[in-house]
């Protein structure tokens, strides 16, 4: 603004004026109105050459940060992240109770005249000048007790997550009151299953072989379990209607629908189911273990 001024505030034109100039008075120039530069002149190229040193000077500047922080905060080195994240946290916690107790425009005050002056050619002096060596081992002391924590403090789980998966053995009863294999399925197929009500036919596979292990997960059992506690799942679901084998093959029935010979075996938790397709299932488990994804492309992992 104060060359601005000036222009339209200019001195007398006179080798003789010793006075300050005061701008005292009315403006007796017009005002400069500034312009876009034409096209293909000297002016728009200097533009552009500016401009694409800003753009420049940008790039590098984000590339720095990121090879300064993203390569700490993500994990690629756990134990590292680890810390860090540990270490803002207790700072968040800090500042939760005493970020009104510090004197923000005095610090961040202080903390631009630092970097004005350390930009002085005189202060660059002093600063080089400066005994580094006390600065190197109370480096070196931090980084050997930092050392020290990531290795003791921060255990990570080296093993694989392992889980139990379910699938039920789905059969249903005939006409000539036979049981026949249906389908493998993740639901039981109960009087009270959404499928159930809205008279759909149970989802699965029709072979045992067919059933794959979740996306991201592999076998880690070579072969499936049968659950012989059929009552605990069936009580775990408030399954109701459905009558229940304690012994032998562990089957559910629904109620009405349980196996002759199997009678002496069975204990009743209600009434007749009402649907004309009487089934029957059973449970069994598997246990898998999660596999290591692959690296996202264009994203560096740390060896």
């Given at each position: 603004?104060?060359p601005a001024?000036?222009?339209?505030?200019p001195?007398?034109?006179?080798?003789?004026?010793?006075?300050?100039?005061?701008?005292?008075?009315p403006?007796?120039?017009a005002?400069?109105?500034?312009?876009?530069?034409?096209?293909?002149?000297?002016?728009?190229f200097?533009?552009?050459?500016?401009?694409?040193?800003?753009?420049?000077?940008?790039?590098?500047?984000?590339?720095?940060?990121?090879?300064?922080?993203?390569s700490?905060?993500?994990?690629?080195d756990?134990?590292?992240?680890?810390?860090?994240?540990?270490?803002?946290?207790?700072?968040a916690l800090?500042?939760l109770?005493?970020?009104?107790?510090?004197?923000?425009?005095?610090v961040?005050?202080l903390?631009?005249?630092?970097i004005?002056?350390?930009?002085?050619?005189?202060?660059?002096?002093?600063i080089?000048?400066?005994?580094?060596?006390?600065?190197?081992?109370?480096?070196?002391?931090?980084?050997?007790?930092?050392?020290?924590?990531?290795?003791?403090?921060?255990?990570?789980?080296?093993?694989?997550?392992?889980?139990?998966?379910?699938?039920?053995?789905?059969?249903?009863?005939?006409?000539?009151?036979?049981?026949?294999?249906?389908?493998?399925?993740?639901?039981?197929?109960?009087?009270?299953?959404?499928?159930?009500?809205?008279?759909?036919?149970?989802?699965?596979?029709?072979?045992?072989?067919?059933?794959?292990?979740?996306?991201g997960?592999?076998?880690?059992?070579?072969?499936?379990d049968?659950?012989?506690?059929?009552q605990?799942?069936?009580?775990?679901r408030?399954i109701?209607?459905?009558?229940?084998?304690?012994?032998?093959q562990?089957?559910?029935?629904?109620a009405?629908?349980?196996?002759?010979?199997?009678?002496?075996?069975?204990?009743?938790?209600?009434?007749?189911?009402?649907?004309?397709?009487?089934w029957?299932?059973?449970?069994?488990?598997?246990t898998?273990?999660?596999?290591?994804?692959?690296?996202?492309?264009g994203v560096e992992?740390?060896?």
């Amino acid at each position: 603004m104060e060359p601005a001024f000036v222009t339209r505030h200019p001195p007398p034109a006179s080798t003789h004026f010793l006075e300050l100039h005061a701008g005292s008075g009315p403006a007796t120039a017009a005002p400069v109105q500034v312009k876009p530069v034409p096209e293909m002149s000297k002016d728009f190229f200097r533009n552009m050459r500016d401009l694409q040193n800003s753009m420049e000077d940008f790039s590098i500047a984000h590339d720095g940060v990121v090879q300064l922080v993203a390569s700490r905060t993500n994990f690629s080195d756990e134990r590292l992240s680890s810390i860090i994240y540990q270490g803002l946290f207790a700072l968040a916690l800090v500042l939760l109770i005493a970020a009104n107790l510090i004197p923000l425009r005095p610090v961040a005050l202080l903390f631009g005249w630092c970097i004005i002056s350390a930009g002085h050619p005189e202060v660059a002096k002093l600063i080089a000048a400066i005994d580094k060596e006390p600065f190197k081992d109370a480096y070196n002391i931090i980084k050997n007790y930092m050392v020290h924590w990531m290795n003791e403090d921060i255990l990570l789980d080296g093993t694989l997550e392992k889980r139990e998966v379910e699938i039920f053995e789905l059969q249903r009863q005939s006409q000539e009151k036979k049981w026949e294999a249906w389908v493998y399925s993740a639901s039981p197929h109960d009087t009270q299953s959404r499928h159930r009500i809205a008279g759909n036919p149970p989802k699965g596979a029709a072979l045992f072989e067919d059933v794959q292990a979740p996306k991201g997960w592999a076998w880690s059992a070579k072969k499936w379990d049968l659950d012989l506690q059929s009552q605990q799942w069936v009580d775990e679901r408030m399954i109701t209607s459905v009558e229940v084998e304690t012994e032998g093959q562990r089957w559910v029935y629904d109620a009405g629908g349980d196996d002759p010979s199997a009678a002496s075996t069975v204990h009743g938790l209600g009434t007749e189911a009402g649907n004309e397709d009487l089934w029957r299932r059973r449970r069994w488990t598997r246990t898998v273990r999660r596999q290591p994804s692959e690296p996202k492309v264009g994203v560096e992992v740390k060896k």
